[in-house]
């Protein structure tokens, strides 16, 4: 079974700091790995997505995440903060074969304060 | 369509009645996901879809819950006998194929207030 550990359900970073959004995987078998953002009474938005290749993947909206096997962690980074990335992320994990299901963490809150 | 599309947004109805809940995907995706997301918490996967057949249903959470795709495009999210504990946003994406490297393209959602 896969699951995915998201750390700090609400996460506060300064305009212009480091994003960092950590996510932890579990899976028995190889993961694919995204990150999903949701804003505020809109449907998620696929950011990201790890599907092992490039194990450094950039996404939009200025957004990257590394793949890091040996730490089981997939953590969402952006250099400088912007307002407009205040909103919900979620980091989800399927196996890379098979099963189509995406299984999701609980979430973390990202806001940008001023 | 240019997006997925969720009908109604929002729906409140009563204990024990029944709702139907509509997604509408992209024009040409083959695969389509159903999943519910309570308050405070990432989306559950309930079902999936790859052309008319559920491939997978092993989400629903139980009988009440029912869903189809006849003609391949348009889904219907059915729940019977609705409890308060079905309260959620139920959450729609389609696929081109139900494979994951393609990545989903989500619906709004519509938000189940059950009172």
């Known amino acids: 079974a896969q699951s995915v550990t998201q750390l700090g359900s609400h996460v506060s970073v300064s305009e212009g700091a480091l994003v960092l959004l950590r996510c932890n995987y579990s899976?028995?078998?190889?993961?694919?790995l995204f990150w999903y953002v949701q804003y505020p009474n809109q449907g998620l938005q696929l950011l990201l997505k790890?599907?092992?290749?490039?194990?450094l993947v950039k996404g939009i909206n200025g957004f990257e995440a590394e793949f890091k096997k040996s730490e089981t962690s997939f953590h969402l980074t952006k250099p400088s903060a912007h307002m407009s990335d205040a909103a919900e992320y979620f980091c989800?994990?399927?196996?890379?074969?098979?099963?189509?299901?995406?299984?999701f963490g609980t979430g973390t809150r990202l806001t940008i304060i001023p | 369509g240019a997006g997925v599309s969720q009908t109604p947004s929002n729906k409140v109805t009563e204990k024990g009645k029944y709702v139907e809940l509509r997604c509408d995907p992209i024009?040409?995706?083959?695969?389509l996901y159903w999943y519910r997301q309570s308050l405070g918490q990432g989306p559950e996967f309930l079902i999936y879809?790859?052309?008319?057949?559920?491939?997978?249903d092993s989400g629903l959470p139980n009988d009440r819950f029912f869903a189809v795709r006849p003609e391949g495009s348009v889904s219907t999210l059915k729940i019977q006998r609705t409890e308060r504990g079905d309260s959620a946003v139920y959450l729609c994406?389609?696929?081109?194929?139900?494979?994951?490297?393609?990545?989903?393209?989500f619906g709004s959602g519509t938000r189940l207030t059950v009172v």
């Open positions: 989800a994990v399927s196996p890379n074969f098979g099963n189509e299901k995406l299984t």
């Open positions: 879809f790859q052309g008319t057949g559920a491939a997978d």
């Open positions: 790890y599907t092992s290749a490039a194990t």
């Open positions: 994406a389609s696929s081109l194929r139900a494979r994951q490297n393609y990545g989903y393209t």
């Open positions: 899976s028995s078998v190889p993961p694919y």
């Open positions: 024009s040409g995706h083959t695969a």
